[in-house]
């Protein structure tokens, strides 16, 4: 069964898959700064209303599955979350104090779609994504 959330009028069931890119899809998110992004997300995540349900780092792009309210637009909720992380990232890993606001770290626009009923299906997907990645990369080389 799916876990219904509510407040004093509204329940709902409201996943959302995300998928966040660095500037020019450059394969950059490694090692320290895959570990600072994903515990970035995480802190912005803790906000209230907004629930991390799986998330996943790769070298060039990162997946997220959250659970916004209603009353929360996705495209805010979206916005606020690149244009503070994207600071944060600049202060944390690339030791920059001020003026990180017009830095680029994420790419313009996002991929963003409804889960519904196929929550575990998603969650599966984006845990799942670096071995596929791989599995991918190795039949290329395999066709060449």
């Given at each position: 069964?799916?876990?219904?959330?509510?407040?004093?009028?509204?329940?709902?069931?409201?996943?959302y898959?995300?998928?966040?890119?660095?500037?020019?899809?450059?394969?950059?998110?490694?090692?320290?700064?895959?570990?600072s992004?994903?515990?970035?997300?995480?802190?912005?995540?803790?906000?209230?209303?907004?629930?991390?349900?799986?998330?996943?780092?790769?070298?060039?792009?990162?997946?997220?599955?959250?659970?916004?309210?209603?009353?929360?637009?996705?495209?805010?909720?979206?916005?606020?979350?690149?244009?503070?992380?994207?600071?944060?990232?600049?202060?944390?890993?690339?030791?920059?104090?001020?003026?990180c606001?017009?830095?680029?770290?994420?790419?313009?626009?996002?991929?963003?779609?409804?889960?519904?009923?196929?929550?575990?299906?998603?969650?599966?997907?984006?845990?799942?994504?670096?071995?596929?990645?791989?599995?991918?990369?190795?039949?290329?080389?395999?066709?060449?």
């Amino acid at each position: 069964m799916r876990d219904w959330q509510s407040q004093s009028h509204v329940r709902w069931y409201g996943k959302y898959h995300m998928v966040f890119v660095p500037k020019y899809r450059r394969r950059v998110i490694d090692g320290q700064l895959r570990r600072s992004i994903g515990r970035i997300i995480r802190e912005l995540c803790q906000q209230p209303g907004v629930e991390l349900v799986e998330g996943h780092a790769m070298p060039d792009h990162v997946h997220v599955c959250l659970s916004i309210p209603p009353q929360c637009s996705v495209a805010n909720t979206v916005g606020m979350r690149k244009g503070t992380s994207a600071i944060r990232i600049h202060r944390a890993c690339l030791g920059r104090e001020r003026n990180c606001t017009g830095l680029p770290c994420w790419a313009r626009g996002s991929c963003v779609s409804t889960v519904g009923l196929d929550a575990q299906v998603i969650r599966a997907y984006i845990r799942n994504q670096e071995q596929e990645e791989q599995r991918q990369e190795e039949l290329q080389l395999k066709g060449l």
